[in-house]
């Protein structure tokens, strides 16, 4: 249990850090034109919203990681999560209304899954 709660909290934090970087990322000038959010209202917002979506997600990985005695390999284990984040999207852009939505969780599930195997791994 306690490997696991290590693991979902990097798995949380690396889905936090992504969703609040991508829009800075994809455009620079994004705090000028908008003014900078509040950073903590907008950190508990994700907490609340996306611990939900990512405790699933790391529920997955873990019975995944249990069940799939190679995906402790480097070679298998990488490809596995990446696939597991992906099928997870998929999934839930079928039941969101919108396409948006759901693609501005791409980048956070897939560096979330990969935060939570790697960690997973090393402990």
Same mark, same amino acid.
Request: charged share 10%.
């Given at each position: 249990? =306690?490997?696991?709660?290590? *693991?979902?909290?990097?798995?949380?934090?690396?889905?936090?850090?992504?969703? !609040? /970087?991508? @829009?800075?990322?994809?455009? @620079?000038?994004? *705090?000028?034109?908008?003014?900078? @959010?509040?950073?903590?209202? !907008?950190?508990?917002?994700?907490?609340? &919203?996306?611990? $939900? /979506?990512?405790?699933?997600?790391? %529920? +997955?990985?873990? $019975?995944?990681?249990?069940? +799939?005695?190679?995906? =402790?390999? &480097?070679?298998?284990?990488?490809?596995? !999560?990446?696939?597991?984040?992906?099928?997870?999207? &998929? +999934? %839930?852009?079928?039941?969101?209304?919108?396409?948006?939505?759901?693609?501005? /969780? $791409?980048? @956070?599930?897939?560096?979330? *899954?990969?935060?939570?195997?790697?960690? =997973? =791994?090393?402990?």
């Amino acid at each position: 249990m =306690r490997k696991f709660l290590i *693991s979902y909290a990097a798995s949380l934090l690396t889905f936090i850090i992504i969703w !609040f /970087l991508i @829009p800075y990322i994809s455009d @620079p000038s994004y *705090s000028n034109e908008n003014g900078l @959010p509040n950073i903590v209202g !907008f950190i508990v917002i994700l907490i609340i &919203f996306g611990s $939900v /979506l990512d405790l699933v997600a790391c %529920l +997955i990985g873990e $019975v995944l990681y249990r069940n +799939i005695k190679q995906c =402790r390999k &480097f070679r298998v284990g990488i490809p596995v !999560f990446i696939g597991l984040s992906l099928i997870y999207i &998929f +999934i %839930l852009s079928l039941f969101t209304i919108t396409s948006a939505y759901a693609s501005s /969780l $791409v980048a @956070p599930i897939i560096m979330g *899954s990969l935060a939570f195997y790697v960690v =997973r =791994r090393k402990i």
